[in-house]
Nanobody
Framework: QVQLVESGGGLVQPGGSLRLSCAAS????????MAWFRQGPGKEREFVAG????????FVTDYVKGRFTISRANAKNTVFLQMNNLTPEDTNVYYC?????????????????WGQGTQVTVSS
């Protein structure tokens, strides 16, 4: 079993920044991909950014490219999402997910483990 603990959400004004963190822990688990998704009320969970744990490549979806950056801290099984120049359209609950086995990074169904979510609200 893997536990994911997210932090860093909150209320920020348009143009502001937030940094989300997600720490994974558990017994004898492996990480293939680790990623951030977001979900609004009545909407499907959508991919934001991900990182492959073995090859360390990252992928950020087009609608946040240039504003959001994903990174990791290896020793702590932790992934970060730096979000800059936030807009009201970025208001969502952000979820961290782990794929323990090989799967397409952007495929939400391929994630075995999820955090509880952290609310990000962008408003003046």
């Amino acid at each position: 079993q893997v536990q994911l603990v997210e932090s860093g959400g909150g209320l920020v004004q348009p143009g502001g920044s937030l940094r989300l963190s997600c720490a994974a822990s558990g017994r004898a688990f492996s990480i293939y991909n680790m990623a951030w998704f977001r979900q609004g009320p009545g909407k499907e969970r959508e991919f934001v950014a991900g990182i492959n744990w073995t090859f360390n490549f990252t992928f950020v979806t087009d609608y946040v490219k240039g504003r959001f950056t994903i990174s990791r801290a290896n020793a702590k099984n932790t992934v970060f999402l730096q979000m800059n120049n936030l807009t009201p359209e970025d208001t969502n609950v952000y979820y961290c997910g782990v794929q323990a086995t090989r799967a397409a990074m952007m495929n939400v169904a391929g994630y075995e483990y999820w955090g509880q979510g952290t609310q990000v609200t962008v408003s003046s």
